[in-house]
């Protein structure tokens, strides 16, 4: 039996908001794929797209009944394709000060990914050297004296595996572009879903459209200190659809399902 997901009808752009955390200095929310997590120029080419950033803008806008411009900190982003907690600021005090943990590296984040094959050993750190490619959207693994290289540090664990797949917690230790997605095809084990870097099997609804297509990617958690208060908070994103219709064994599905938190 196949890891790969069941074929759905077209993607949905109206996706409904899922708070996961709130106060006044803080919101954390569920992004779903193949959301953007913030916004295209108007004027651009592919006009006005739909965006996480735009939807939670409006949340706050009717909520708090908010005249004029709302103010959204975006401190870090998800990939398109990709799944899961994304924290914004409510004021610029707030932004800041997140802005800062997220580049110091005090941020813990946890992955999850089914990948393509058996992941050995069970659990580690992959080390590599990263290189954005000049005028594409895509990343690849080169060496360290290469110019414009960028260390990537990236921890797993193996959860589960099934013949054709295995389930992996991530946490990165630095933050590249693509870094699990590079780092995990360059060993043969590309994201089920990731045609970018080469992977043979499908996960999700079926899409037209490159931009529409999802991976099986998805930010788990994030722990971070409150911007105010300076106490640790731990941000849980449930699976999406496109993970609970997974077509695998019992104890691969069980794990899927699990309240995992970083340690």
């Not at 360290?144 to 260390?151: E, M, N, S, V």
């Not at 870097?197 to 297509?213: E, I, K, M, T, V």
Request: proline content about 8%; charged content about 25%; overall charge positive.
């Amino acid at each position: 039996m196949s890891c790969a997901g069941k074929c759905a009808s077209p993607i949905l752009m109206e996706h409904p908001l899922v708070i996961l955390f709130e106060d006044n200095h803080c919101l954390a929310v569920a992004k779903p794929a193949p959301l953007l997590t913030q916004g295209v120029p108007v004027d651009s080419p592919a006009g006005l797209i739909p965006t996480l950033e735009s939807q939670v803008k409006q949340y706050l806008k009717e909520r708090y009944q908010k005249k004029g411009n709302v103010y959204l900190g975006i401190p870090h982003r998800l990939d398109r394709p990709v799944s899961g907690v994304i924290l914004f600021a409510r004021n610029t005090k707030a932004a800041r000060r997140l802005a800062e943990q997220f580049q110091n590296h005090q941020v813990t984040k946890t992955y999850w990914a089914l990948v393509d094959g058996r992941v050995q050993p069970a659990e580690g750190v992959w080390e590599n050297w990263l290189r954005k490619i000049p005028d594409q959207a895509r990343s690849e693994c080169v060496g360290a004296d290469t110019p414009g290289a960028r260390h990537a540090l990236l921890a797993f664990r193996r959860m589960s595996e099934r013949n054709d797949c295995t389930l992996l917690e991530f946490q990165p230790k630095t933050g590249r572009m693509h870094q699990i997605r590079v780092q995990a095809a360059t060993r043969g084990h590309s994201v089920l879903g990731d045609v970018l870097y080469g992977s043979r099997l499908p996960f999700g609804p079926f899409a037209n459209q490159p931009r529409d297509r999802v991976i099986a990617l998805h930010a788990r958690s994030l722990t971070f200190l409150h911007p105010i208060r300076y106490e640790p908070v731990t941000v849980v994103a449930p699976l999406t659809d496109a993970w609970k219709e997974l077509e695998c064994e019992t104890h691969l599905s069980a794990d899927l399902n699990e309240d995992s938190r970083p340690t």
